[in-house]
């Protein structure tokens, strides 16, 4: 294993500056059941299975860019049906963090960077942000369509009485 890299149990990692390195800063992560019980609860599905994630981070002039990869395998409802299914997300995903980000309006911060809380950065909560921004918003599972079909065989669907009430002159 590489002298700057990390094994760490959990995603408890406070990431301070000063652990940057020139080259860098790289940790190995996999996320206790607890941790991925919370990322569960925050997304509000049934259950986050397992995560591991790969995490990056480097000084970028006045940036910092937390990069990696995510794998997990999660718990999902599907819209269509209301089955419960797997969804795995095995994704690379990139962020932008500074400790001054420029305020374009009262209260509004450039989009694609996010402030620094005092000089350090939370591994946990920047995996979890990144789990929620990869998963499918509106999960369906393999071989369900959302494709709206009458049983023409009994003759029964939403607007068959209809023709009830129709008066006839």
Same mark, same amino acid.
Request: glycine share 8%; aromatic share 8%; hydrophobic share 35%.
């Given at each position: 294993?590489?002298?700057?890299?990390?094994?760490?149990?959990?995603?408890?990692?406070?990431? *301070?500056?000063?652990? /940057?390195?020139?080259?860098?800063?790289? =940790?190995?992560?996999?996320?206790?059941?607890?941790?991925?019980?919370?990322?569960?609860?925050?997304?509000?599905?049934?259950?986050?299975?397992?995560?591991?994630?790969?995490?990056?981070?480097?000084?970028? =002039? #006045?940036? /910092?860019?937390? $990069?990696?990869?995510?794998?997990?395998?999660?718990?999902? /409802?599907?819209?269509?049906?209301?089955?419960?299914?797997?969804?795995?997300?095995?994704?690379?995903?990139?962020?932008? *963090?500074?400790?001054?980000?420029?305020?374009?309006?009262?209260?509004?911060?450039?989009?694609?960077?996010?402030?620094?809380?005092?000089?350090?950065?939370? /591994?946990?909560?920047?995996?979890?942000?990144?789990? =929620?921004?990869?998963?499918?918003?509106?999960?369906?599972? #393999?071989?369900?369509? =959302?494709? $709206?079909?009458?049983?023409?065989?009994?003759?029964?669907?939403?607007?068959?009485?209809?023709?009830?009430?129709?008066?006839?002159?």
């Amino acid at each position: 294993m590489e002298k700057n890299k990390k094994e760490e149990k959990g995603l408890n990692k406070i990431l *301070f500056l000063g652990e /940057i390195g020139p080259n860098g800063w790289q =940790g190995h992560f996999k996320a206790t059941s607890e941790q991925c019980a919370k990322i569960a609860n925050r997304f509000d599905i049934p259950a986050v299975n397992s995560l591991e994630a790969e995490v990056n981070a480097v000084i970028d =002039g #006045d940036l /910092i860019r937390v $990069y990696g990869h995510i794998k997990a395998n999660l718990e999902r /409802i599907c819209v269509v049906s209301l089955d419960h299914f797997e969804e795995v997300l095995d994704t690379d995903f990139e962020a932008l *963090f500074a400790e001054d980000v420029p305020l374009l309006k009262e209260g509004e911060m450039e989009d694609d960077i996010e402030p620094i809380d005092r000089g350090r950065l939370d /591994i946990f909560d920047i995996v979890s942000e990144q789990v =929620g921004l990869n998963m499918n918003p509106f999960p369906r599972k #393999d071989g369900v369509s =959302g494709d $709206y079909t009458e049983n023409t065989e009994t003759g029964n669907h939403p607007f068959a009485n209809l023709k009830n009430l129709i008066k006839k002159d």
